[in-house]
C-alpha cells in the first residue's frame, strides 16, 4: 500500500473584519450599567438573605439600630428645646410689643435681640433708684401701657419637710400683658397682698391645695394659694406675689416692663430709648438680628476633633460587635457564594453581595434607629421637659440634617463591619465552598506587620501628643494603638490555638473553633477590649483626679467645726452667746462655742464704700514673679525654686486674708492650734498685739497692718499702715487670717461687729441635726452653717462601678454573641460528638469555655490597654503641672481597684451565662451523602 501525503493548499487568510471602535462615552456607559446591575442583583441576593436568616437580622438591626435611637432621640430633644426666633419673642414678650429694662440714666449701645449693651460715651453712671410705672410711659407716649415683671427673689416659705426657698416672681397677673407669661391650670389670679399663685412643682413640694394657706420661713407674713400657674420658661418650684405684697425697696435682681404702643416699636424709638438708658426687646427685629443656634460660635476646634474622635470610638464598638454576625453569615452562605463564583462572578462581584448585607441592614437599622428615636423624643417630650431641661419645648420639630448624618453613619457602619468578611469571601476556595468544606484562609504577615505597626505609631503619637498636652492627638495615637491591636488579634489567636493543645477536650475544641473563625472571633475579642479598656482608663483617671483632689484641698475650719452666719444681719433682736451655746449643745453635740467678730472701718464722714483690713508682707519676702502673669518657661523654673514662692496655686489664686477681732477665745476653734499655741497666742492679744497664721507676715516681732478705705461716690480712697506687735501660729489649718485684738482695732480706727459663731463639734453634724438647729434660733431669723467635713478623697465608687458594669455589658454582649453564632456553626461538630459517644454536658462547656476565651481574652487586652491609656493621659497632664507656675497638685498613678475587680469576675458572668443557657443534649442528624 502506498501512502500519499496529501499536498498542502494554501490558503487565503483575509484578515479581521475590524467594526466601528466604541467611543469612551459608550464604554463607560456600559460600565456604569454592569455595575449598577451587580449592585441591583446584590442587593436583592441581601434582602433575600435578610429575610431568610431572621434571628441574625434581628441581632444585627438590634446592635445598629440601639444606637442610632439614643442618638436621634437626644438630637430631637434638642432640636425642640432650642427655641425658633419667634418662639423665643413670644416665650419672652407675651402679647407686648416690646420689654424694657431700664440700666442707666446716660445713652447705651444694645444689640438686637436685648440682651447684651455697653455705654455709648464709655463712662456709666448706675440708674439707682428704681423706676415707677409713670416714667416709663412717659418715654413712650400717649395711649402706651406698662406692667412690670419681677424675677430672681427667692421666697423662703414653711413646708412640710422644713424650709423650702421658692423662686419669686413679682407681676400682676390680672393685667393681660403679664397673663400671657403663664399658663393658668386652675383657680384665679392674686388680686391681694395675701394672695399667690404657685406652680405645679411648687404645689406638690409644699403638698398644698387651692384656699391652703402658706406661712413664709419667719412666720411673719401668711399667703393664701389662689392659683395654679406654669411659667414656660422654668418648670421649677416658682411663686407668684401680687405686686403689693412686696415693697419696691425690696432687693431686685431682675426687673423688666412689658409694654404696649398703639404702633410700632421701631428703630428710631429703640434709639430714643438707649439714648435714655433704657435696653429694649422689640418683637420686631432688626433685619442685623440673627439666631443662630446655641453651639454655634462656641465650639472650639479641639473639643470638636475630640468629639469626632470619641464618635469614631463609638462607631468602631459598633462595627466590632456586628462584625461576627456577618463573618459567620458568610461561612453559612459559603455554598452560594460559590455557586456565584462558578456562575462567572469575580471577586468584586462577591465582595459586593456581602457589602451589600452591610448596605441592606444598615438602611434598615438607621430607618428604624430613626424612626424609633423621633417618636420616642416626641412621646417622652414632656418628661424631658419636667426632668431634665426644666422648661417647656417649642413645635414638635426634628434636626433633619442631624439624623440624614446619623442615618448615614448607621449605614457606614453596616458597611464596616461587612468589609473584613466581604475581603475573606473573596478569597474563598471555590471547590471547598462547592464541597461545604471550611478551608479558613491562612493568616497572612501583612495584618500582623499592619498591626505593630500601628500599635507601635499610635503609641509613639499618642507620647507626642502628651508632651504637647494635646488631647486630640493622644487620642488620635490611641484610636491608631487600638485599632493595631485589632489587626494583630488574629495572630494572637492562632498562637494560643496552638499552644492549647495540651488542654483538655473542651478548652482545646473551644480554641481551635475560635483560630479557625478568626473572623467571627476576633471582631468579637477587640469589643470586649475595646469597652474594658475605655472604662478602665476612665476609672484610673477619676480615681487619680479624686485623690489629687483630697490632696490639694485646704479646709476651711478644723474637721467637725461648724461655722454659724445670719442670713439676715441687722436683724433684731440678735440671739445672745449664751442662747446660741445651749442650743449648739442641744442639737449639735456642741463642745465649744465661741463669737466671730469681723472689723469695719468707719470715719467721722460716715462709712467707706470699701474697706479692706490685712497684714502686709515685708518687701524682702513677698515672690517676684506674680502669679497668673505671661512668664517664660525659664521665670517659672526660677518662681518654682524660688524659697519665697513656696505657696501653691489655691494659696495665689485664693489669697484672701480673713481679718477677725478675737480676745483668744475663737482661736483654738478656727485654726485647731494646739493648747501652747494658743496660751501664746491669747497672750499677744491681751496685750494689744496680733496674731497671724502665716510666718511670712511677721518681722522683727511685729506685723504691718494694712487699712484701705474707698469711696466710691467720691473717687477717694486713703491707705494707712500700722506696726503692732504680733505673733505667728505654727501651720494650722484654714485659709490665711489675721485676729485683731480688741484694743489694736480701736488704734487702728476699726468697729468689731457680730458676724457670726464658731462651734467645735466632736464630729460633722448630720443634716438633720443642722435643720433642727436653725429651727430652734427661727425667732432670730435665718442662720446658715458652714460645715468641715475635712480633705476626704472624692467618692467615685458608684461611677467607676456604672462604667464597669457598662463594659460588663458589652462584654457579655459580645460574648453570647459570639458563643451562639460558633455554636449555631458548629453543630454538624456536635453532632459528631454525639456519634462517638460524648456526654451530654460536653456542649454546656464547649459554650462555656467558648465564651471564656472570647470575654477572658478581651477582659485581659482591655485592662492592659486602658491602663497604659490611664498612664499616657496622666502623664500628659503632668507633664503640663510639671512647669505650670504657680505650682500644682500631680496627679498620681492609681489603679481603679473597684472597676478591675468588676471587670475580673465578667468573664466569670459570661461563661456562667453561656453554660446556664445552653442546651446540654447534643443534636444527632443524619446525613444523606
Given at each position: 500500500?502506498?501512502?500519499?501525503?496529501?499536498?498542502?493548499?494554501?490558503?487565503?487568510?483575509?484578515?479581521?473584519?475590524?467594526?466601528?471602535?466604541?467611543?469612551?462615552?459608550?464604554?463607560?456607559?456600559?460600565?456604569?450599567?454592569?455595575?449598577?446591575?451587580?449592585?441591583?442583583?446584590?442587593?436583592?441576593?441581601?434582602?433575600?438573605?435578610?429575610?431568610?436568616?431572621?434571628?441574625?437580622?434581628?441581632?444585627?438591626?438590634?446592635?445598629?439600630?440601639?444606637?442610632?435611637?439614643?442618638?436621634?432621640?437626644?438630637?430631637?430633644?434638642?432640636?425642640?428645646?432650642?427655641?425658633?426666633?419667634?418662639?423665643?419673642?413670644?416665650?419672652?414678650?407675651?402679647?407686648?410689643?416690646?420689654?424694657?429694662?431700664?440700666?442707666?440714666?446716660?445713652?447705651?449701645?444694645?444689640?438686637?435681640?436685648?440682651?447684651?449693651?455697653y455705654?455709648?460715651?464709655?463712662?456709666?453712671?448706675?440708674?439707682?433708684?428704681?423706676?415707677?410705672?409713670?416714667?416709663?410711659?412717659?418715654?413712650?407716649?400717649?395711649?402706651?401701657?406698662?406692667?412690670?415683671?419681677?424675677?430672681?427673689?427667692?421666697?423662703p416659705?414653711?413646708?412640710?419637710?422644713?424650709?423650702?426657698?421658692?423662686?419669686?416672681?413679682?407681676?400682676?397677673?390680672?393685667?393681660?400683658?403679664a397673663?400671657?407669661?403663664?399658663?393658668?391650670?386652675?383657680g384665679?389670679?392674686?388680686?391681694?397682698?395675701?394672695?399667690?399663685?404657685?406652680?405645679?412643682?411648687?404645689?406638690?413640694?409644699?403638698?398644698?391645695?387651692?384656699?391652703?394657706?402658706?406661712?413664709?420661713?419667719?412666720?411673719?407674713?401668711?399667703?393664701?394659694?389662689?392659683?395654679?400657674?406654669?411659667?414656660?420658661?422654668d418648670?421649677?418650684?416658682?411663686?407668684?406675689?401680687?405686686?403689693?405684697?412686696?415693697?419696691?425697696?425690696?432687693?431686685?435682681?431682675?426687673?423688666?416692663?412689658?409694654?404696649?404702643?398703639?404702633?410700632?416699636?421701631?428703630?428710631?424709638?429703640?434709639?430714643?430709648?438707649?439714648?435714655?438708658?433704657?435696653?429694649?426687646?422689640?418683637?420686631?427685629?432688626?433685619?442685623?438680628?440673627?439666631?443662630?443656634?446655641?453651639?454655634?460660635?462656641?465650639?472650639?476646634?479641639?473639643?470638636?476633633?475630640?468629639?469626632?474622635?470619641?464618635?469614631?470610638?463609638?462607631?468602631?464598638?459598633?462595627?466590632?460587635?456586628?462584625?461576627p454576625?456577618?463573618?459567620?453569615?458568610?461561612?453559612?452562605?459559603?455554598?452560594?457564594?460559590?455557586?456565584?463564583?462558578?456562575?462567572?462572578?469575580?471577586a468584586?462581584?462577591?465582595?459586593?453581595?456581602?457589602?451589600?448585607?452591610?448596605?441592606?441592614?444598615?438602611?434598615?437599622?438607621?430607618?428604624?434607629?430613626?424612626?424609633?428615636?423621633?417618636?420616642?423624643?416626641?412621646?417622652?417630650?414632656?418628661?424631658?421637659?419636667?426632668?431634665?431641661?426644666?422648661?417647656?419645648?417649642?413645635?414638635?420639630?426634628?434636626?433633619?440634617?442631624?439624623?440624614?448624618?446619623?442615618?448615614?453613619?448607621?449605614?457606614?457602619?453596616?458597611?464596616?463591619?461587612?468589609?473584613?468578611p466581604?475581603?475573606?469571601?473573596?478569597?474563598?476556595?471555590?471547590?471547598?465552598?462547592?464541597?461545604?468544606?471550611?478551608?479558613?484562609?491562612?493568616p497572612?504577615?501583612?495584618?500582623?506587620?499592619l498591626?505593630?505597626?500601628?500599635?507601635?505609631?499610635?503609641?509613639?503619637?499618642?507620647?507626642?501628643?502628651?508632651?504637647?498636652?494635646?488631647?486630640?492627638?493622644?487620642?488620635?495615637?490611641?484610636?491608631l494603638?487600638?485599632?493595631?491591636?485589632?489587626?494583630?488579634?488574629?495572630?494572637?489567636?492562632?498562637?494560643?490555638?496552638?499552644?492549647?493543645?495540651?488542654?483538655?477536650?473542651?478548652?482545646?475544641?473551644?480554641?481551635?473553633?475560635?483560630?479557625?473563625?478568626?473572623?467571627?472571633?476576633?471582631?468579637?475579642?477587640?469589643?470586649?477590649?475595646?469597652?474594658?479598656?475605655?472604662?478602665?482608663?476612665?476609672?484610673?483617671?477619676?480615681?487619680?483626679?479624686?485623690?489629687?483632689?483630697?490632696?490639694?484641698?485646704?479646709?476651711?475650719?478644723?474637721?467637725?467645726?461648724?461655722?454659724?452666719?445670719?442670713?439676715?444681719?441687722?436683724?433684731?433682736?440678735e440671739?445672745?452667746?449664751?442662747?446660741?451655746?445651749?442650743?449648739?449643745?442641744?442639737?449639735l453635740?456642741?463642745?465649744?462655742?465661741?463669737?466671730?467678730?469681723?472689723?469695719?472701718?468707719?470715719?467721722?464722714?460716715?462709712?467707706?464704700?470699701y474697706?479692706?483690713?490685712?497684714?502686709?508682707?515685708?518687701?524682702?519676702?513677698?515672690?517676684?514673679?506674680?502669679?497668673?502673669?505671661?512668664?517664660?518657661?525659664?521665670?517659672?523654673?526660677?518662681?518654682?525654686?524660688?524659697?519665697?514662692?513656696?505657696?501653691?496655686?489655691?494659696?495665689?489664686?485664693?489669697?484672701?486674708?480673713?481679718?477677725?477681732?478675737?480676745?483668744?477665745?475663737?482661736l483654738?476653734?478656727?485654726?485647731?492650734?494646739?493648747?501652747?499655741?494658743?496660751?501664746?497666742?491669747?497672750?499677744?492679744?491681751?496685750?494689744?498685739?496680733?496674731?497671724?497664721?502665716?510666718?511670712?507676715?511677721?518681722?522683727?516681732?511685729?506685723?504691718?497692718?494694712?487699712?484701705?478705705?474707698?469711696?466710691?461716690?467720691?473717687?477717694?480712697?486713703?491707705?494707712?499702715?500700722?506696726?503692732?506687735?504680733?505673733?505667728?501660729?505654727?501651720?494650722?489649718?484654714?485659709?490665711?487670717?489675721?485676729?485683731?485684738?480688741?484694743?489694736?482695732?480701736?488704734?487702728?480706727?476699726?468697729?468689731p461687729?457680730?458676724?457670726?459663731?464658731?462651734?467645735?463639734?466632736?464630729?460633722?453634724?448630720?443634716?438633720?441635726?443642722?435643720?433642727?438647729?436653725?429651727?430652734?434660733?427661727?425667732?432670730?431669723?435665718?442662720?446658715?452653717?458652714?460645715?468641715?467635713?475635712?480633705?476626704?478623697?472624692?467618692?467615685?465608687?458608684p461611677?467607676?462601678?456604672?462604667?464597669?458594669?457598662?463594659?460588663?455589658?458589652?462584654t457579655?454582649?459580645?460574648?453570647?454573641?459570639a458563643?451562639a453564632?460558633?455554636?449555631?456553626?458548629?453543630?454538624?461538630?456536635?453532632?459528631?460528638?454525639?456519634?462517638?459517644?460524648?456526654?451530654?454536658a460536653?456542649?454546656?462547656?464547649?459554650?462555656?469555655?467558648?465564651?471564656?476565651?472570647?470575654?477572658?481574652?478581651?477582659?485581659v487586652?482591655?485592662?492592659?490597654?486602658?491602663?497604659?491609656?490611664?498612664?499616657?493621659?496622666?502623664?500628659?497632664?503632668?507633664?503640663?503641672?510639671?512647669?505650670?507656675?504657680?505650682?500644682?497638685e500631680?496627679?498620681?498613678?492609681?489603679?481603679?481597684?473597684p472597676?478591675?475587680?468588676?471587670?475580673?469576675?465578667?468573664?466569670?458572668v459570661?461563661?456562667?451565662?453561656?453554660?446556664?443557657?445552653?442546651?446540654?443534649?447534643?443534636?444527632?442528624?443524619?446525613?444523606?451523602?
Amino acid at each position: 500500500m502506498t501512502l500519499r501525503r496529501t499536498p498542502l493548499v494554501r490558503r487565503r487568510v483575509d484578515p479581521p473584519a475590524v467594526g466601528p471602535v466604541t467611543p469612551p462615552t459608550s464604554l463607560g456607559r456600559r460600565r456604569f450599567a454592569e455595575l449598577t446591575g451587580s449592585w441591583r442583583a446584590a442587593l436583592r441576593i441581601a434582602r433575600r438573605e435578610s429575610r431568610r436568616a431572621r434571628r441574625r437580622t434581628a441581632l444585627v438591626l438590634a446592635m445598629i439600630a440601639l444606637p442610632v435611637l439614643v442618638l436621634a432621640f437626644l438630637t430631637t430633644s434638642y432640636d425642640m428645646s432650642d427655641l425658633t426666633p419667634q418662639e423665643r419673642v413670644d416665650r419672652r414678650l407675651g402679647v407686648a410689643d416690646a420689654e424694657l429694662r431700664w440700666f442707666a440714666d446716660t445713652p447705651l449701645v444694645q444689640d438686637g435681640w436685648g440682651d447684651s449693651w455697653y455705654p455709648r460715651d464709655g463712662s456709666q453712671s448706675a440708674f439707682g433708684r428704681p423706676a415707677t410705672a409713670a416714667e416709663v410711659t412717659a418715654l413712650l407716649g400717649p395711649g402706651s401701657r406698662v406692667t412690670e415683671v419681677r424675677t430672681g427673689s427667692p421666697v423662703p416659705v414653711r413646708g412640710p419637710r422644713g424650709d423650702e426657698t421658692l423662686q419669686g416672681r413679682v407681676l400682676d397677673l390680672t393685667d393681660p400683658l403679664a397673663r400671657s407669661l403663664v399658663r393658668f391650670r386652675s383657680g384665679r389670679a392674686p388680686q391681694q397682698p395675701g394672695e399667690v399663685a404657685v406652680s405645679p412643682a411648687a404645689l406638690r413640694r409644699l403638698d398644698v391645695r387651692l384656699g391652703d394657706a402658706v406661712a413664709t420661713a419667719d412666720r411673719a407674713r401668711t399667703y393664701t394659694v389662689v392659683g395654679v400657674v406654669e411659667f414656660p420658661d422654668d418648670l421649677g418650684p416658682v411663686v407668684a406675689l401680687h405686686p403689693a405684697a412686696v415693697g419696691r425697696a425690696d432687693p431686685q435682681t431682675d426687673s423688666r416692663w412689658l409694654v404696649d404702643v398703639p404702633g410700632v416699636v421701631d428703630a428710631a424709638m429703640v434709639s430714643r430709648l438707649n439714648d435714655h438708658g433704657v435696653v429694649v426687646a422689640s418683637r420686631h427685629l432688626p433685619a442685623s438680628a440673627t439666631w443662630p443656634r446655641s453651639w454655634i460660635g462656641y465650639a472650639d476646634t479641639t473639643d470638636l476633633s475630640t468629639g469626632v474622635l470619641i464618635a469614631g470610638l463609638g462607631l468602631l464598638e459598633v462595627v466590632l460587635l456586628v462584625g461576627p454576625a456577618f463573618a459567620v453569615g458568610v461561612r453559612r452562605r459559603r455554598r452560594d457564594l460559590a455557586l456565584v463564583a462558578v456562575a462567572g462572578g469575580d471577586a468584586a462581584q462577591l465582595r459586593r453581595v456581602v457589602l451589600a448585607d452591610g448596605v441592606v441592614l444598615g438602611v434598615l437599622g438607621a430607618a428604624a434607629g430613626l424612626l424609633l428615636g423621633v417618636g420616642a423624643a416626641f412621646a417622652g417630650r414632656p418628661l424631658m421637659e419636667q426632668y431634665v431641661f426644666g422648661a417647656r419645648f417649642g413645635g414638635y420639630r426634628c434636626w433633619p440634617s442631624a439624623l440624614v448624618v446619623l442615618g448615614g453613619v448607621a449605614v457606614l457602619a453596616g458597611v464596616l463591619a461587612a468589609l473584613a468578611p466581604a475581603w475573606t469571601a473573596a478569597r474563598q476556595d471555590v471547590i471547598a465552598g462547592l464541597a461545604g468544606r471550611r478551608t479558613p484562609p491562612p493568616p497572612r504577615a501583612r495584618a500582623l506587620t499592619l498591626g505593630l505597626t500601628l500599635v507601635v505609631g499610635g503609641a509613639a503619637l499618642a507620647a507626642f501628643g502628651a508632651s504637647r498636652t494635646s488631647p486630640a492627638v493622644i487620642l488620635t495615637g490611641l484610636i491608631l494603638g487600638e485599632l493595631g491591636l485589632v489587626c494583630c488579634t488574629p495572630t494572637l489567636i492562632g498562637a494560643l490555638a496552638r499552644l492549647g493543645r495540651v488542654l483538655p477536650l473542651a478548652p482545646r475544641i473551644a480554641l481551635r473553633d475560635a483560630s479557625r473563625n478568626r473572623a467571627a472571633a476576633a471582631p468579637a475579642i477587640c469589643a470586649v477590649m475595646a469597652a474594658v479598656a475605655s472604662s478602665v482608663a476612665l476609672g484610673g483617671y477619676l480615681t487619680s483626679d479624686g485623690v489629687r483632689d483630697a490632696r490639694a484641698y485646704r479646709p476651711m475650719l478644723p474637721t467637725g467645726h461648724v461655722l454659724i452666719n445670719p442670713q439676715e444681719p441687722g436683724r433684731q433682736p440678735e440671739p445672745t452667746l449664751a442662747q446660741v451655746d445651749a442650743v449648739a449643745r442641744a442639737q449639735l453635740g456642741a463642745t465649744a462655742v465661741a463669737p466671730v467678730r469681723m472689723p469695719l472701718c468707719s470715719s467721722t464722714d460716715g462709712p467707706a464704700d470699701y474697706c479692706s483690713v490685712g497684714p502686709e508682707i515685708p518687701p524682702e519676702r513677698v515672690c517676684p514673679f506674680p502669679p497668673g502673669g505671661d512668664l517664660s518657661a525659664a521665670q517659672r523654673r526660677q518662681a518654682r525654686a524660688d524659697p519665697r514662692c513656696r505657696d501653691r496655686a489655691a494659696d495665689y489664686f485664693d489669697n484672701g486674708v480673713e481679718t477677725l477681732v478675737d480676745d483668744g477665745s475663737a482661736l483654738p476653734l478656727l485654726t485647731g492650734a494646739d493648747a501652747a499655741a494658743t496660751a501664746a497666742a491669747t497672750a499677744v492679744l491681751r496685750a494689744g498685739g496680733v496674731v497671724v497664721t502665716n510666718a511670712r507676715y511677721l518681722h522683727d516681732g511685729r506685723v504691718t497692718v494694712q487699712v484701705m478705705e474707698v469711696r466710691i461716690g467720691r473717687d477717694e480712697a486713703t491707705t494707712t499702715r500700722h506696726d503692732l506687735p504680733g505673733y505667728a501660729l505654727p501651720p494650722t489649718v484654714g485659709q490665711p487670717r489675721l485676729l485683731l485684738s480688741a484694743s489694736a482695732a480701736r488704734q487702728l480706727g476699726l468697729n468689731p461687729v457680730e458676724a457670726g459663731w464658731v462651734v467645735a463639734t466632736p464630729a460633722p453634724p448630720s443634716q438633720r441635726r443642722q435643720d433642727r438647729f436653725t429651727n430652734d434660733l427661727r425667732a432670730f431669723g435665718r442662720f446658715s452653717l458652714q460645715v468641715e467635713h475635712g480633705a476626704a478623697p472624692r467618692d467615685d465608687s458608684p461611677l467607676l462601678l456604672l462604667l464597669a458594669a457598662a463594659a460588663g455589658m458589652i462584654t457579655v454582649g459580645a460574648a453570647g454573641i459570639a458563643t451562639a453564632l460558633a455554636a449555631a456553626e458548629s453543630r454538624a461538630e456536635l453532632s459528631t460528638l454525639a456519634a462517638v459517644g460524648a456526654a451530654p454536658a460536653v456542649r454546656r462547656l464547649l459554650a462555656i469555655c467558648q465564651a471564656g476565651v472570647i470575654a477572658g481574652l478581651g477582659s485581659v487586652l482591655g485592662i492592659v490597654a486602658g491602663l497604659g491609656t490611664a498612664a499616657i493621659v496622666l502623664f500628659s497632664a503632668n507633664r503640663e503641672y510639671a512647669t505650670a507656675w504657680p505650682a500644682r497638685e500631680p496627679y498620681p498613678y492609681l489603679v481603679p481597684w473597684p472597676a478591675l475587680g468588676v471587670l475580673v469576675l465578667v468573664p466569670v458572668v459570661a461563661m456562667l451565662g453561656a453554660g446556664l443557657f445552653t442546651r446540654s443534649g447534643l443534636p444527632i442528624e443524619r446525613r444523606l451523602d
